[in-house]
């Protein structure tokens, strides 16, 4: 059996938030440390996210260290995980190009991914080509590293589905050369996908209900205490829904027991606050402050870590530098295998050379030089 291998990362477009914490930094934490994987590589995607951001290269460039540092806040190490960007590894470049021969307009235009944000970001007219093959990108950059296994929430399966096609493809036209990747969903069904603090299905920086790792604890408490719950709950005694209510949504991703014993000892555990709640009798504030104690008792230790990494942002990018040059070296000896497997690898090809030359009426390879 291989050695397991972790790819997984994200796009550089603004500072990671809570639902990136749930939904993967802390099982990518969990994952490193727990010495079953042989490497782990952690992509700042700035290459994809330039295929829809082309026209604003600065934003996606000034969001570099805010991603790395948000990284090193939670307890990415750097001695046990490559952090890398993308775009400074050109051989995921040349394994795209390579790839593309291999998958079809019309498969892509299948992608259930690619339709929905094709239709999230209104490009349906105008799509930019680079955005449009991205799942291709995407898999020369799980290809590029071997990985065995890449963390990703649901709404990824099809991009990691595109991938294996594209080894399966690869692999029966030219030889066993690539390695077919496995998704890792995340094991608990509430970080799947956090909604907003609005009940949105999607946080987002542009609407504005976003708690992100670096917010101080006064943000942090204005945003819980806005956030939607269930507009039916009037009244103390109302029964109210748990289902769908944004704030039990969060406390499902970020309560245990302890936060009870601790902060609400009426309650032992999320249970039994949520039975009370549909019974009526436990009004949306309490539940709220509560919410609040949990969050500010996780954010607070990510983000006193933060700042101390911000004093040395040099070190940022040694780090950064340091994790590129090591996963290119992975990368080209990848492309090296698949330059041999396509047999488009001629100058190192002493068979071939000789070969030619001896269809020629050459005289064998350095007899000249006899």
């Not at 295929?51 to 090193?72: G, M």
Request: aromatic share 8%.
């Amino acid at each position: 059996m291989s050695e397991k291998v972790i790819l997984t990362g994200d796009r550089p477009t603004g500072r990671l938030h809570i639902g990136h914490y749930v939904g993967s930094l802390r099982r990518r934490v969990e994952l490193q440390n727990s010495g079953e994987y042989k490497n782990i590589f952690v992509m700042i995607a700035d290459a994809q996210a330039l295929t829809d951001n082309a026209h604003e290269p600065e934003k996606v460039r000034q969001n570099i260290v805010e991603v790395a540092l948000d990284y090193l806040a939670c307890g990415i190490d750097p001695e046990k995980t490559n952090i890398l960007i993308q775009s400074q590894i050109p051989e995921l470049t040349e394994l795209t190009f390579y790839y593309m021969n291999l998958v079809t307009v019309a498969r892509v235009q299948r992608n259930p991914t690619v339709k929905a944000e094709i239709q999230l970001r209104n490009f349906e007219v105008g799509i930019p080509v680079g955005f449009f093959t991205y799942p291709i990108s995407q898999a020369s950059d799980i290809t590029a590293f071997k990985a065995t296994t890449v963390p990703v929430g649901e709404d990824q399966e099809p991009m990691i589905e595109q991938t294996r096609e594209i080894v399966r493809k690869f692999n029966s036209v030219y030889g066993e050369t690539l390695v077919e990747p496995e998704i890792m969903l995340p094991e608990d069904e509430s970080c799947l996908r956090l909604p907003g603090t609005d009940g949105g299905a999607k946080m987002s920086k542009s609407l504005g209900n976003c708690i992100y790792l670096a917010s101080d604890s006064d943000e942090i408490k204005k945003k819980v205490m806005s956030m939607f719950t269930d507009p039916g709950h009037l009244k103390v005694e109302d029964p109210g829904k748990v289902e769908g209510n944004t704030v039990f949504q969060y406390l499902d991703a970020f309560s245990n027991d302890d936060f009870f014993a601790e902060y609400c000892p009426d309650y032992r555990n999320l249970d039994e606050m949520k039975d009370h709640y549909r019974r009526g009798g436990l009004g949306d504030v309490k539940v709220k402050k509560f919410l609040n104690n949990v969050l500010q008792e996780t954010l607070k230790p990510i983000r006193e870590r933060r700042h101390e990494f911000e004093k040395d942002i040099p070190y940022i990018y040694e780090v950064l530098k340091k994790g590129t040059e090591v996963s290119r070296e992975v990368a080209a000896s990848t492309l090296h295998e698949v330059k041999d497997a396509m047999k488009i690898n001629y100058f190192d090809d002493r068979a071939l050379i000789e070969e030619q030359a001896e269809r020629y009426g050459n005289n064998p390879v350095g007899a000249a030089n006899a």
